[in-house]
C-alpha cells in the first residue's frame, strides 16, 4: 500500500567528501536504493569528489563494497547500472587542483545539487569555489551535515559563510530525524485527524515525554563525540525538531516556510531550563565493558552521553504542561517514542479504590513503528468496578502489510527532496540559530559550575536523578525496554 514511486528530475549531484564514512554508509547506499525502486531518472548523474587520488573503476568498486555491506537487499544488475552512475574526481576543496575536471563533467539543463559532507571548516572553502568556478547557479542547491556549529556564534558563522555565495533557499540542512517516515508520520496523525487536536493543548495534556534511548556507546568515534556530548550531538537537534513537532501550532499548509516558521516559534517559546530540572550522565564500564571514559582520550572527561530534562514552552497552549526530554547512549534498549500523557478524568465515579488512571498516547519512532493508545477500561472478571490500562496498538507493520519495509530511510527521503527542491524537511538557518540560543546556556552554565556527569551502569535506563526529576513532580518515564 506504498504510494507509486514518481521518478525526480534529470541530476547532477556531487558529494564532497564521497569517500568518507557517511557516503559508504548512507549516502550511497541510500542512492542505490532509490534507484532500484525506480525513482532515479536513467539521466542522473553522481560525482564523488573527494582529496584521495583514485579513478572512477576504483571508486566504483569502493562503493560497490559499501553497498554489499550497508545496502540491505540488492539485485547484482540493478548494483552495476547503478555504479555506471558514479564517477570521481580528485578535488582539493582549499586549492585549486581538480576543479576544472569537475566543471567539464558538469551538464546544463538539470538540477544541480552539491552535498557537502566534509567537516564544517570546510563549507566557505567549497562555497567560494563553486561560485568562483561559476559551477553553482541561481537554482543549484547545497546540503550541508550536523554539526552547524557548537553554539549560537559558530552557528551564525557557519550560516554568514554560506550565506555569502547562496540564497537561503538554496541551502537543505539536514537533520535526519525529519527524514524519517514515523517523524512525518507524527504531523500527519496531528494535523490528519479530528480526533487530537481538540485535546492538543495544556487542558487536557498533563505532561508530554520524548525519549530518544541508543544502546550503543560512542565507540570509535570519541573524539569528535568528546567535544560534543548528548546535548550538543542529540538535543539540539533531533530532539529539539521532535519538540517543535509535537508542540507547533497547525501550519496554514503543508509547505517549507509554513511548518519551520511554526517550528521557530516554540523553540523560542521555551522556557531557560533552571539547572535543578536537568541531569546529566555518563555510562560507567564494568569488568567486561568499557565505559565512557575507555571510549574517548580523557580519563576524566566529564562530557555528557545521557541528558534528561525538564522544560516549558511559554505560549497559551501549553503554559502548565512540562515536556520531559531525555536521550543517552548505552542504555537498556533502542527505543524513540514521543508519549502525550493525559490528565485524570476531573472526578471518579468509581471511588478513589479504583486507582488514578491516564490515557497516554504514545508514538514510537523506532524500533517497530506505530502508535499506541492506552485506554482505561474495566479489568474482566467478577468482583467489581476495577480498572486497568490496555493499549488500542497499532504496529505499522502489521497495520499496513509487507510494503511498509520498502518506504524510503531517512537519507533516501532527505536526498530526493533536496532534487525535488523541496524544503519542508530541512531546517532554516534562523531554527538553528534559535536552537542554539536555547542550549547555550545550559552548556556554559555546566561548564562555569564545572558539573560533572552523574555516572549510570551500561545497559540501565539512566542515572538514578533522572528517574526522580519526574519522581519529585508525581510522575515517572516510561520504561526503556
Ligand atoms: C546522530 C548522532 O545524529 O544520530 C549519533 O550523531 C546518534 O550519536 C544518531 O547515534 C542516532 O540516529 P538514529 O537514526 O540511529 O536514531
Redesign the pocket.
Known sequence: MVSRVIPVDPFDLVIFGGTGDLARRKILPGLYRRFSSGQMPETAQIIAAARSEMDDAGYRQMISDAIDEFGGDMDKSQVSAFLAKLSYVCVDAKGTSGWNDLVSKMRDGVVRAFYFSVAPSLFGDLAERLHSHGIASADSRIVVE?PFGRDLATAKELNGVLAKHFNEDQIYRID?YLGKETVQNLMAVRFGNMLFEPLWNAQYIDHIQIT?A?T?GVGGRGSY?DKSGAMR??VQN?LMQLLCLIAMEPPAKFDPDAVRDEKLKVIRALDPVQPHHIVRGQYSGSDDQQGYRDHVESPRSRTESYVAMKTHISNWRWAGTPFYLRTGKRLRART?EIAVVFKETPHSIFGPEAGSHRNALVIRL?PDEGITMDVTIKEPGPGGMRLIDVPLDMTFAEALGPDVEDVPD?YERLIMDVIRGNQTLFMRGDEVEAAWAWTDPIINGWEARNDVPKPYDSGSAGPDDALMLMHRDGRKWREVR
Open positions: 550536523k535526519h530518544v541508543e550503543v563525540y550531538d542529540m533531533h524513540s523506532q531517512a
